[in-house]
């Protein structure tokens, strides 16, 4: 969906913008987008939103109504507004593919370009990536509580705003859902839209068994009941089983029908329902259930043994309601000298997670023999290694801590990929069933212990010795003028 969002950006970018241009500093640079902690407490996330990043690069200029309103702030002289009116973005991005497993402090994305053209298209990034990958995140927690059960994403009403439910919903599908309710996200994205029917269908006839029929009528092919409009198991449950009687009699039963539950003690109530609709012969009937669920709920339930073989989950994951920001931060990581050499550039904290990982990097995913995720490494660009020899790992923080892979024990796949050079796209989106497809295969690299929704075994995120070695000359060179 191309939109020109040139001017979703906040005010301080284009100010520096005119600073860097009243200055002529306009040197190319280097800046990494990445977060800094796990959503959900969790133990990694979901990385999403690189298509509507690309779109977003592709449709990057200054209308004349643009310079206009930058026009009327009276903050920005004409020369300035003269180079936007002609700006294009000439630079390079790489990045790492949507659905990829990612975790704390690797660059999602990287931006090499003049700083002028890298500072502006900071906020647009971030606020892309980081809704994205926020709700897919939440979303394969979902996925992973429900142990294989169908989860249908349903929250467009509660979601904040139509971009969030739009973009939250292919970010959700992309994460593991089986598909959405959202009809504008299943056409803009190809992706399956599923639902049934509200109470007030139910209420707008004069009995629940008329409703009932009425809409099996019109969608044998489809037919979930909502159960619990009066009484689930005296009325809901009865009348369903009285309806799909009669659709068996007239051979019109088809897979994918059932009974859906929006309140009450789901535990409880599907497990009484599973026993009438089994003793009515309607053993392949479909038990979902929705109300406010989330990964804890659907965990507990199903260790309670619900009945319920489809989840409707809305609220609580198109706000990720209990983390609601995913915290994705933009850093300088490097600016090119004189000599045409990137000089690496670090952020100091006294807050030692903030500090930034300096120079051009990218990342490395090391593997062991079953094809799990073993650790990352973020390396300096250049650096090379071979299968064939020993890898060396450790901890960038208690350095002692450390790992020895032997060759043939251990495979590794370069994860940062190029996206855009000399401002042409040179990277294809898949759609978004095969990114779906691959999230899947990426999530199965993980162990259990790192999937796992409380206290999760953390995945190590290790720097090379050369990068190790860059970042703690500048350490010490900073820390000696400060004191």
């Given at each position: 969906m191309a939109r020109n969002l040139t001017l979703l950006t906040d005010l301080y970018e284009l100010t520096m913008m005119?600073?860097?241009?009243?200055?002529?500093?306009?040197?190319?640079?280097?800046?990494?987008?990445?977060?800094?902690?796990?959503?959900?407490?969790?133990?990694?996330?979901?990385?999403?939103?690189l298509e509507q990043v690309i779109d977003y690069i592709k449709n990057l200029h200054f209308t004349d109504e643009d310079v206009e309103y930058l026009r009327g702030l009276n903050i920005f002289d004409e020369d300035f507004l003269?180079?936007?009116?002609?700006?294009h973005f000439s630079g390079d991005i790489y990045a790492i593919p949507e659905g990829t497993v990612v975790f704390p402090r690797e660059p999602l994305i990287k931006v090499i370009a003049p700083i002028m053209e890298a500072q502006l298209v900071e906020t647009a990034i971030l606020t892309i990536?980081?809704?994205?990958?926020?709700?897919?995140?939440?979303?394969?927690?979902?996925?992973?509580?429900?142990?294989?059960?169908?989860?249908?994403?349903?929250?467009?009403?509660?979601?904040?705003?139509p971009d969030a439910g739009i973009y939250g919903a292919r970010a959700a599908v992309i994460a593991g859902c089986i598909g959405t309710s959202n009809v504008l996200t299943g056409q803009l994205f190809d992706v399956p839209v599923k639902g049934t029917h509200a109470h007030s269908w139910i209420m707008s006839f004069e009995d629940e068994y008329t409703a009932f029929k009425t809409y099996a009528d019109l969608y044998p092919g489809a037919c979930i009941l909502l159960v619990?409009?009066?009484?689930?198991?005296?009325?809901?449950?009865?009348?369903?089983?009285?309806?799909?009687?009669?659709?068996?009699?007239?051979?019109?039963?088809?897979?994918?029908?059932?009974?859906?539950?929006?309140s009450g003690d789901l535990a409880y109530l599907t497990k009484k329902a599973r026993k009438m609709l089994d003793a009515a012969g309607f053993t392949d009937a479909v038990i979902s259930a929705s109300s406010d669920l989330d990964e804890y709920l659907i965990d507990s339930l199903k260790a309670q043994?619900?009945?319920?073989?489809?989840?409707?989950?809305?609220?609580?994951?198109?706000?990720?309601?209990d983390n609601p920001a995913f915290g994705g931060v933009y850093k300088l990581?490097?600016?090119?000298?004189?000599?045409?050499?990137?000089?690496?550039?670090?952020?100091?904290?006294?807050?030692?997670?903030?500090?930034?990982?300096?120079?051009?990097?990218?990342?490395y995913r090391v593997y062991d023999n079953e094809g799990k995720?073993?650790?990352?490494?973020?390396?300096?660009?250049?650096?090379?290694?071979?299968?064939?020899?020993?890898?060396l790992l450790f901890d960038p923080i208690e350095t002692w801590k450390k790992t020895l892979l032997e060759p043939g024990e251990y495979t590794l796949r370069e994860i940062v990929v190029p996206v855009f050079k000399s401002g042409e796209?040179?990277?294809?989106?898949?759609?978004?069933?095969?990114?779906?497809?691959?999230?899947?295969?990426?999530?199965?690299?993980?162990?259990?212990?790192?999937?796992?929704?409380?206290?999760?075994?953390?995945?190590?995120?290790?720097?090379?010795?050369?990068?190790?070695?860059?970042?703690?000359?500048?350490?010490?060179s900073y820390s000696l003028k400060v004191r």
């Open positions: 005119q600073g860097y241009f009243k200055t002529g500093n306009n040197r190319k640079v280097i800046f990494d987008a990445f977060y800094r902690n796990n959503p959900c407490d969790g133990g990694y996330a979901i990385c999403c939103g003269d180079y936007l009116a002609n700006f990536i980081n809704h994205q990958s926020l709700i897919a995140t939440k979303a394969a927690r979902v996925c992973y509580a429900a142990k294989g059960d169908g989860i249908m994403e349903f929250g467009l009403r509660r979601a904040q705003g619990d409009t009066y009484d689930t198991l005296r009325s809901g449950v009865p009348n369903a089983i009285k309806v799909f009687t009669e659709m068996r009699e007239a051979g019109v039963l088809h897979k994918g029908y059932g009974i859906r539950l929006d043994g619900a009945a319920i073989t489809s989840w409707g989950v809305g609220t609580n994951l198109i706000t990720s309601k990581a490097a600016v090119m000298g004189d000599d045409g050499h990137f000089i690496p550039k670090i952020k100091l904290s006294e807050n030692s997670e903030k500090i930034t990982n300096p120079g051009n990097k990218t990342v995720i073993k650790a990352d490494l973020i390396a300096l660009v250049g650096e090379t290694y071979s299968e064939d020899e020993p890898l796209c040179v990277y294809t989106s898949p759609n978004v069933m095969d990114i779906r497809d691959y999230c899947q295969k990426e999530q199965n690299t993980l162990w259990d212990e790192s999937r796992r929704l409380v206290n999760p075994q953390e995945v190590h995120v290790d720097l090379s010795k050369p990068l190790y070695d860059v970042k703690q000359e500048l350490l010490n």
